[in-house]
């Protein structure tokens, strides 16, 4: 099992800055592809930035040039890094990773698995 702890949301004003981290614990494990989505009210949660096979980056056209994804693979941190916020940036933004789980017993990798994070609100307004 891997559990995977957001922080870093909170209120801000539109043209402002916050980091996102996602932290993840647990079983030792080896990361694949990972991401950030986000929630708005009443909308279905979609694919804001993610890390690919070979780390590709790659991001929802409406975040690009102001968001930038990436990972501290040292630390098992996946990052978020989002500028000049507007109002339509508000949203709940869950971490997303898909791993392999390392078998003790069984000496070999196990997997894959995904698993997400608890969520962090962000909100952008004046």
């Known amino acids: 099992q891997v559990e995977l702890v957001e922080s870093g949301g909170g209120l801000v004003q539109p043209g402002g800055s916050l980091r996102l981290s996602c932290s993840a614990s647990?079983?030792?494990?080896?990361?694949?592809?990972g991401g950030w989505y986000r929630q708005a009210p009443g909308k279905q949660r979609e694919l804001v930035a993610g890390?690919?096979?070979?780390?590709?980056?790659n991001y929802a056209d409406s975040v690009k040039g102001r968001f930038t994804i990436s990972r501290d693979g040292m630390k098992n941190i996946m990052y978020l890094q989002m500028d000049k916020l507007n109002p339509e940036d508000t949203g709940v933004y869950y971490c997303?990773?898909?791993?392999?789980?390392?078998?003790?017993?069984?000496?070999?990798?196990?997997?894959?698995?995904?698993?997400w994070g608890q969520g962090t609100q962000v909100t952008v307004s004046s």
């Open positions: 997303n990773v898909n791993v392999h789980l390392w078998d003790l017993f069984g000496s070999k990798w196990n997997g894959p698995y995904e698993y």
């Open positions: 647990g079983n030792t494990h080896k990361f694949n592809v």
């Open positions: 890390i690919g096979m070979g780390g590709k980056l």
